[in-house]
């Protein structure tokens, strides 16, 4: 082995070596030190072996979040194998693409979750937990073997699959070394230290929960609470009685945490860090949260799975009004440009297209030649996501390309017809979308989940056009208004536009 390489796995060793005894993962009511978690890696390992897969196979992992998914996950990067995270919501022919396209020979998968297993394929499953022999029970006890393979930081540790939101979701293939530089850069740039104690709810399958945050958690030495499946005022307790001090979620989960009744009654004294991403934060929903937790320093987190997630950081001292809806900018290892369709620069203040250069970037997609010679082109990779930047080089994040809305031959961001909408005290939340439409080309059209306990006819797609014209120019007013019980996500909270466009785009007769 070369005595440079530094692996995924290596980022608990060198923890266990430091701080033995600390605690390093809590999970419902087993709690792991730093020592004891270590060896319940090399032990998951050995068992990964005997499954007859060789260094560089690919391993599934369909399960929620929980102390045998960590373990199986840093279990594969000290075997040399590519560990696959599966949405766990997935079925039928969204489960078997994933399973299929990425090669697996074999699934750590939840026993509940099994079941759905495409048959077809063959593959050699071991359940993660809860079931006789499972990965965890075998990790949990027994010697401490030396596994015999040799592991290079330049080799493949995970397919990092696109959440799909646009696309067929594409596997960025992630080397060690691009995730060990984007713990770094997540470290240095989102203040984490030994003494933090994170809750971690979103999914782990998810890159920004494992990579942005746990991982680079267990670098520095924290004490990880985790936690299955996110519910808001569960959240909200556990936080009190946990004593955390950081905490990651989604904008879909923060919007359902601001709006919950038990948030005012609830001591959160001991928050410090509150982070946000994996999606567009509303502004409105951004300023209630801080007025209503005035101690919380927030911290935007940006990027996409392909740059391992973290490319730019809005911090807590940037946090001012005029720039609340800024991403924020570079972390360390990340270096980015906003361009035109042909690659020149844009001028301060205008749209275009943000492209990186990273040693955090994947090496390309999972079989798809084409699709990776069109994002990684001219020396840069090209996210798909449509910025403006300042001056003073912060990132405003206005769509992804595919979602801006060409309305009578002029261009609409959909979020800011969404943060319009969302000053309206009867909107919980809101998507916006451009519909086919033989006059307009796109119609703004808006999905709206209206506040709970609000008045029956309080809010109406007449009211809420009325609304959206007093805070936006005519051109950006929406041409309808549906109002619905919920809006579709991902399990990471994503909000699946391309849903929406399917369910209300009326065919063509």
């Known amino acids: 082995m070369d005595p440079r390489s530094s692996t995924v796995d290596d980022v608990l060793r060198r923890s266990a070596a430091r701080v033995p005894a600390r605690v390093a993962l809590r999970f419902e009511d087993r709690v792991w030190t730093y020592a004891e978690l270590e060896a319940a890696v090399s032990r998951a390992g050995a068992a990964l072996a005997e499954l007859d897969v060789t260094k560089g196979d690919r391993v599934a992992a369909y399960g929620r979040n929980s102390d045998a998914y960590l373990i199986g996950f840093l279990a594969c990067a000290r075997a040399g194998l590519i560990h696959v995270p599966v949405n766990y919501n997935l079925v039928g022919d969204d489960l078997t693409y994933l399973v299929d396209q990425s090669g697996s020979s074999a699934v750590l998968a939840d026993p509940d979750l099994a079941p759905r297993l495409p048959e077809h394929l063959s593959l050699r499953q071991v359940p993660l937990r809860d079931a006789p022999g499972s990965l965890l029970e075998r990790a949990s006890t027994g010697p401490v073997p030396e596994l015999d393979v040799t592991v290079d930081d330049t080799d493949l540790v995970q397919?990092?699959?696109?959440?799909?939101?646009?696309?067929?979701?594409?596997?960025?293939?992630?080397?060690?070394?691009?995730?060990?530089?984007?713990?770094?850069?997540?470290?240095?740039?989102?203040?984490?230290?030994?003494?933090?104690?994170?809750?971690?709810?979103?999914?782990?399958?998810?890159?920004?929960?494992?990579?942005?945050?746990?991982?680079?958690?267990?670098?520095?030495?924290?004490?990880?609470?985790?936690?299955?499946?996110?519910?808001?005022?569960?959240?909200?307790?556990?936080?009190?009685?946990?004593?955390?001090?950081?905490?990651?979620?989604?904008?879909?989960?923060?919007?359902?945490?601001?709006?919950?009744?038990?948030?005012?009654?609830?001591?959160?004294?001991?928050?410090?860090?509150?982070?946000?991403?994996?999606?567009?934060?509303?502004?409105?929903?951004?300023?209630?949260?801080?007025?209503?937790?005035?101690?919380?320093?927030?911290?935007?987190?940006?990027?996409?799975?392909?740059?391992?997630?973290?490319?730019?950081?809005?911090?807590?001292?940037?946090?001012?009004?005029?720039?609340?809806?800024?991403?924020?900018?570079?972390?360390?290892?990340?270096?980015?440009?906003?361009?035109?369709?042909?690659?020149?620069?844009?001028?301060?203040?205008?749209?275009?297209?943000?492209?990186?250069?990273?040693?955090?970037?994947?090496?390309?997609?999972?079989?798809?030649?084409?699709?990776?010679?069109?994002?990684?082109?001219?020396?840069?990779?090209?996210?798909?996501?449509?910025?403006?930047?300042?001056?003073?080089?912060?990132?405003?994040?206005?769509?992804?390309?595919?979602?801006?809305?060409?309305?009578?031959?002029?261009?609409?961001?959909?979020?800011?017809?969404?943060?319009?909408?969302?000053?309206?005290?009867?909107?919980?939340?809101?998507?916006?979308?451009?519909?086919?439409?033989?006059?307009?080309?796109?119609?703004?059209?808006?999905?709206?989940?209206v506040q709970e306990g609000t008045a029956a006819g309080n809010v109406t797609e007449k009211s809420l056009i009325a609304h959206a014209r007093e805070h936006l120019s005519p051109f950006k007013v929406p041409k309808q208004v549906h109002l619905v019980t919920d809006l579709p996500r991902n399990a990471s909270g994503k909000l699946l536009k391309r849903v929406l466009r399917d369910r209300f785009t009326v065919p063509a007769e």
């Open 159 to 449: 397919l990092l699959y696109t959440s799909g939101t646009t696309s067929q979701p594409k596997g960025a293939m992630m080397t060690h070394r691009a995730l060990l530089h984007e713990y770094v850069s997540c470290v240095l740039a989102l203040d984490l230290d030994e003494q933090d104690v994170p809750l971690h709810v979103m999914p782990l399958y998810h890159s920004a929960q494992l990579h942005v945050f746990l991982m680079p958690a267990l670098l520095v030495g924290a004490t990880n609470h985790l936690v299955e499946v996110p519910e808001p005022g569960d959240v909200l307790e556990r936080i009190e009685r946990g004593g955390n001090t950081s905490f990651f979620a989604a904008p879909t989960l923060w919007v359902a945490l601001s709006n919950h009744p038990d948030l005012p009654h609830r001591d959160l004294s001991s928050l410090r860090k509150a982070y946000y991403g994996a999606s567009i934060m509303p502004v409105p929903v951004l300023r209630k949260l801080r007025e209503t937790l005035p101690q919380l320093g927030f911290y935007n987190a940006f990027g996409q799975s392909e740059i391992a997630p973290l490319a730019t950081v809005l911090r807590p001292e940037d946090h001012v009004e005029g720039r609340l809806d800024s991403a924020g900018r570079p972390v360390l290892f990340v270096e980015l440009r906003v361009v035109d369709e042909t690659g020149a620069d844009v001028a301060t203040g205008e749209q275009g297209e943000v492209v990186y250069r990273s040693p955090q970037l994947a090496t390309g997609y999972w079989d798809k030649p084409a699709e990776t010679a069109a994002a990684f082109r001219d020396g840069w990779f090209h996210s798909g996501d449509l910025v403006r930047q300042d001056e003073d080089g912060f990132i405003y994040v206005v769509d992804r390309v595919k979602d801006v809305i060409n309305t009578g031959g002029v261009l609409v961001a959909s979020r800011d017809v969404e943060d319009a909408l969302y000053t309206h005290p009867g909107v919980a939340e809101v998507a916006v979308i451009g519909v086919s439409d033989p006059k307009w080309i796109e119609a703004i059209t808006a999905i709206v989940v």
